[in-house]
């Protein structure tokens, strides 16, 4: 256990609805990261917070992706109208932004689109 | 952002000491090597991070030669539990830009 949770673990859902998904970083940890993952890949990035501030967002992520980090704390990722491509683990993982940025992992969310 | 080249997978047994090599020709002066290891439906946990020469921690060690432009993870007497893919990463760790981009990782299987 890293400290990072995610929920849910698992979701599925069929094309054209929307899901979200929550992640927990380490209390003290002011970054936070969102990626996709899908099966014999690495993880792909989607997005970076600083505290609340979005800074960061992969071009790959359609208008479709929105994710929020209300008080820079816990953070949300919205998927809306999904669509069978959107099947993968999605993964978030929190730093301190201290020497090294260690990023630690949460478990993940497998989502599959049916 | 300096791309990352790795063999994709690698064998050895138990007992062994594992070199997994990454290439990372267009490394920039701010970007540190950072490694990292993911098991099956697991995220992936950080292993080790170095800038040049060699770094060690409790699990591994780092090599960096002078040119920065590959480097060797080493893993000392592998067991079966250190099978998994492992990733190398380059990035600037302290800019605002932390989009760090992971390639396909090398999947290491440990044989009895």
């Known amino acids: 256990d890293t400290g990072v949770s995610q929920d849910p673990r698992h979701k599925i859902t069929k094309r054209g609805q929307n899901v979200t998904f929550r992640c927990d970083p380490i209390?003290?940890?002011?970054?936070l990261y969102w990626y996709r993952q899908t099966l014999g890949q690495g993880p792909e990035f989607l997005t970076y917070?600083?505290?609340?501030?979005?800074?960061?967002k992969s071009r790959l992520l359609s208008d479709r992706f929105s994710a929020e980090r209300p008080k820079g704390s816990f953070s949300t990722l919205e998927i809306q109208r999904t669509e069978q491509g959107d099947s993968a683990m999605y993964l978030c993982?929190?730093?301190?932004?201290?020497?090294?940025?260690?990023?630690?992992f949460g478990p993940g969310t497998r989502l599959t689109v049916t | 952002l300096a791309k990352t080249t790795q063999p994709i997978s690698m064998d050895s047994y138990e007992g062994q000491e594992v070199n997994i090599t990454c290439s990372h020709n267009?490394?920039?002066?701010?970007?540190?090597i950072t490694w990292y290891q993911q098991f099956p439906s697991q995220g992936p946990r950080f292993i080790i991070q170095?800038?040049?020469?060699?770094v060690t921690n409790e699990v591994a060690s780092l090599f960096i030669p002078a040119d920065r432009k590959s480097s060797t993870l080493s893993l000392p007497r592998v067991s079966l539990s250190d099978t998994a893919v492992y990733y190398c990463?380059?990035?600037?760790?302290?800019?605002?830009?932390?989009?760090?981009?992971w390639g396909l990782g090398t999947s290491l299987a440990v044989n009895p």
């Open positions: 267009n490394i920039a002066t701010n970007d540190y």
């Open positions: 170095g800038y040049k020469t060699k």
């Open positions: 209390s003290e940890h002011n970054r």
């Open positions: 990463l380059v990035g600037d760790i302290a800019g605002n830009n932390r989009k760090l981009i």
């Open positions: 993982a929190s730093s301190s932004g201290l020497a090294g940025d260690e990023q630690y």
């Open positions: 917070f600083q505290n609340e501030a979005q800074l960061e």
